[in-house]
C-alpha cells in the first residue's frame, strides 16, 4: 500500500511566523505535489517536484517555498504566514508514468491567526 | 496556462437517477484524465481514468467518455447511492517534456444522493 504522509493533521500559527509542512512517500515516486483546497476553488497547485532538488512553480506559488532534499520528502513553507493562507493543504506523489495514479497524505489543516 | 474547468458545482439527484459531471481542458497535448473522489474529511481517491486513445471506459457503475476534437471528458454515475455522495474533481495530464510533467484539477463538484 502506498502511503503519503504529512506530518501534521492540525495546525495553529500565528501571522508573520514561518511555517513548515511536511510530507514524507514511502513508494520512490519521482514527483510529489503540494496542492491548497478551499471551497470552490477546488485543488490549486501551489509547487510540485519531479527530482530531488527539483521543482518547478504552480498556479499559486506566492508567499510559498519548497523544499526537496530527499526523494521521499517534499516540505512546503510559508515564509510569513498570512490569515489568507488559511487553508486545507495536500500532499500528493506520482511515479513518472503518464497514466499513474496519484497519491494523497491526509491534509493539513492550517489556521492563521 | 493549462487550465480545467468543471460543471456543475454542485448536483443532488434522487437514489437510482443517474449524474453527469463534466469538464474541458485547454491544452491539446494533454493525454490522461483521471477522476477522483473525495468523502467528507477524507483524501482523494482515484475512481476512474481514461487516456486520450480511448474514447469511453467503463466500471460498474462508473463510466468516463472522452472527446480529444472538443476538448471535455465526463463522468457519467448510474443507478446513484448515498454512499455516491462525495467531491469529484476530475484532472487533466500535462506533460512538458522530459521529467516534467503534473496534474491539474477542475474545481470539484458535490454531488448528493438524496434517499
Known amino acids: 500500500d502506498v502511503k503519503v504522509t504529512q506530518s501534521s493533521r492540525y495546525l495553529v500559527k500565528r501571522t508573520g511566523e514561518k511555517v513548515f509542512l511536511e510530507c514524507v512517500q514511502d513508494?520512490?515516486?519521482?514527483?510529489m505535489f503540494w496542492y491548497r483546497q478551499d471551497p470552490g476553488l477546488g485543488l490549486r497547485l501551489i509547487y510540485f517536484s519531479y527530482d530531488v532538488k527539483m521543482k518547478e512553480k504552480g498556479d499559486i506559488p506566492e508567499g510559498y517555498s519548497v523544499s526537496r532534499e530527499k526523494k521521499e520528502r517534499f516540505s512546503l513553507i510559508l515564509e510569513s504566514a498570512s490569515t489568507n493562507q488559511t487553508s486545507m493543504y495536500l500532499c500528493?506523489?506520482?511515479?513518472?508514468?503518464?497514466?499513474?495514479?496519484?497519491?494523497f497524505g491526509q491534509g493539513t489543516r492550517l489556521t492563521v491567526v | 496556462g493549462e487550465n480545467v474547468e468543471q460543471h456543475p458545482s454542485t448536483l443532488s439527484v434522487q437514489e437510482g437517477d443517474s449524474a453527469v459531471i463534466k469538464c474541458t481542458y485547454s491544452?491539446?497535448?494533454?493525454?490522461?484524465f483521471p477522476w477522483y473522489k473525495q468523502e467528507l474529511g477524507k483524501r482523494p481517491q482515484l475512481i476512474i481514468d481514461?487516456?486520450?486513445?480511448?474514447g469511453e471506459k467503463k466500471d460498474q457503475r462508473i463510466a468516463v467518455t472522452l472527446n480529444k476534437t472538443a476538448k471535455h471528458f465526463s463522468l457519467h454515475i448510474t443507478e446513484t447511492q448515498p454512499e455516491d455522495s462525495a467531491v469529484y474533481f476530475c484532472?487533466?495530464?500535462?506533460?512538458?517534456?522530459?521529467?516534467?510533467?503534473?496534474?491539474?484539477f477542475g474545481t470539484g463538484t458535490l454531488l448528493a444522493v438524496q434517499p
Open positions: 481514461i487516456r486520450s486513445n480511448v
Open positions: 491544452d491539446s497535448a494533454s493525454n490522461y
Open positions: 500528493a506523489s506520482r511515479s513518472r508514468t503518464v497514466v499513474a495514479e496519484a497519491f
Open positions: 484532472a487533466a495530464h500535462f506533460f512538458y517534456g522530459g521529467a516534467t510533467n503534473k496534474l491539474i
Open positions: 513508494m520512490d515516486h519521482e514527483n
